[in-house]
């Protein structure tokens, strides 16, 4: 069963904050998040593992809460490069196939 | 860098004729995976392979199968293209639970 992402799109002028979040119905060993821009391959950001770490990359870091089965996504001041669709992908411990949400097509205006 | 190349691009075919997509990884990945992107449902997994001659389904392996006989190539075939098969096909590979790498994917229209 896919996760379930929110929202599903969002509009923000540069500069301003979002958060998106990835929720599941089954136990998670990891959470990957990627980035598609339109006529692009989907690209990797990062992985969270079970444990409930936290990373980051400049100004993107995301959380992974796995007693919930939630993970969320931030991206702080955002910039015109942050637009796309970010997709989170779930392991529920096969370490090699990812189930993806239906994405969250985030838009930044200038 | 690795690369990920899928073979066409854009692919238009009619109802009921067999098609095949190929996919090249160049970094000696073992896994491989076929998903099918449609918007408002994201990226659902066809089949994937850990390993040469193996395949196993994914989430929606229905009308689709798939060969791997050398460890850099992995096909997806439509036996008797549908209409309800045109979509965007994103062929990845990885190494152990690394991250996937994406081809650019292939635009199929079945008419």
């Known amino acids: 069963q896919q996760p379930v992402q929110s929202p599903q799109a969002v509009i923000l002028r540069e500069g301003e904050d979002a958060v998106i979040n990835c929720s599941s119905s089954?136990?998670?060993?990891?959470v990957h998040w990627y980035r598609q821009k339109h006529g692009e391959a989907p690209v990797f950001l990062m992985i969270?593992?079970?444990?409930?770490e936290q990373k980051g990359h400049e100004k993107i870091s995301a959380s992974f809460n796995e007693k919930k089965q939630q993970s969320s996504l931030y991206l702080t001041a955002s910039q015109l490069s942050y637009s796309g669709t970010y997709f989170c992908?779930?392991?529920?411990?096969?370490?090699?196939?990812?189930?993806f949400g239906s994405g969250t097509q985030l838009t930044v205006l200038p | 860098d690795v690369k990920v190349t899928q073979s066409s691009r854009y692919l238009v075919k009619r109802t009921g004729e067999k098609v095949f997509l190929e996919c090249v990884q160049d970094?000696?990945?073992?896994?491989m995976f076929w998903y099918r992107q449609d918007p408002g449902l994201g990226l659902r997994l066809i089949y994937f392979?850990?390993?040469?001659?193996?395949?196993e389904k994914g989430d929606i392996p229905e009308g689709y199968s798939v060969s791997r006989e050398k460890k850099e190539r992995f096909s997806l075939i439509l036996e008797s293209a549908s209409t309800n098969q045109t979509s965007m096909y994103l062929c990845?590979?990885?190494?152990?639970?690394?991250?996937?790498?994406f081809g650019n994917g292939t635009r199929l229209t079945v008419t």
């Open positions: 990845a590979s990885s190494m152990g639970g690394s991250p996937l790498h």
């Open positions: 089954k136990a998670l060993y990891s």
């Open positions: 969270l593992l079970k444990g409930g």
């Open positions: 992908g779930t392991d529920s411990g096969s370490a090699r196939q990812l189930t």
């Open positions: 970094m000696d990945h073992e896994n």
């Open positions: 392979s850990y390993d040469v001659k193996m395949k």
